[in-house]
């Protein structure tokens, strides 16, 4: 089969110093990619990949800071994301004390609407400014949501919803297929292997597949289970150069046992 990517292609990795996103910055390189990525820190996107590729610093909640960013791109893959639960990463407009953060905690909605990062500005305003700034003959626009997002009112989706981020990946879902840009939507379950970027429980547990696990993707929003960041960045890229997986959304978790080597061509054939 021949590949759709090519080396005059260019790729926008957005959420590119995130766990998933390092990885597929990596895979990409690996295959000889030209990349950029949009970053709102030089600083850290110097120290994770020196001068092997393109930054450029902007926001994909600012508007006029995608401009630059998406000038000759043929690809654009978001990895953009926030944590589920409200922390740092949210980035509220004030300083918070033990009695402010419980309030927070007691009201999810006034929560997301005094943070600057929560899902709702990230997962669903983010996606829909980078949609709407994608050049209109870009070759394919990938998003990475969530498992659940059909599933909001079960457990254990519910509780992982319960600061409305699974909300926020619908409609960025529903921001990405309305598009009109040729479109993969990727939804992972829980995710595991490093790199961690946050101290949450996979850095705790150091939760890892060990690459004993097989990768199970459906087209529906039925499986559950874990994904490893390492197989999900390697979706994004693989998809890219596979004409079957345009126009698709579809689920992937880690089951079963592991072939040798994966055959993403075979994988993707599923998903008629």
Known sequence: MQSSLSESDHVLVAGATGGVGQLAVAKLRSKGIRVRILTRSAEKARKLFQDQVEAIIGDTLDPTSLQTAVQN????????????????????????????????????????????????????????????????????????????????????????????????????????????????????????????????????????????????????????????????AAACVECLSHPNTEGKVFELVNKGPRPEAIDWEGIFSRLE
């Open 73 to 232: 791109i043929t690809h654009i893959l978001c990895c953009t994301g926030t944590t589920a639960f409200p922390s740092a990463r949210w980035d509220f407009n004030r300083t918070q004390g033990p009695l402010d953060w419980l309030k927070l905690y007691l009201n999810p909605k006034d929560c997301s609407a005094k943070a600057n990062n929560s899902p709702e500005q990230v997962d669903a305003n983010g996606v829909k400014n980078l949609v709407a700034a994608a050049p209109s003959d870009l070759k394919r626009f990938v998003f990475i949501s969530s498992c659940g997002v059909l599933r909001k009112e079960s457990l254990p989706y519910s509780l992982l919803n319960a600061f409305g981020v699974l909300d926020a990946k619908q409609k960025g879902e529903e921001a990405v297929v309305s598009s009109g840009l040729p479109y993969t939507v990727l939804r992972p379950g829980r995710l595991i292997d490093g790199p961690y970027t946050s101290f949450d429980l996979n850095t705790l547990l150091k939760a890892k597949t060990d690459g004993k696990l097989g990768i199970v993707v459906d087209t529906g929003d039925t499986l559950s289970g874990e994904t490893s960041r390492i197989d999900l």
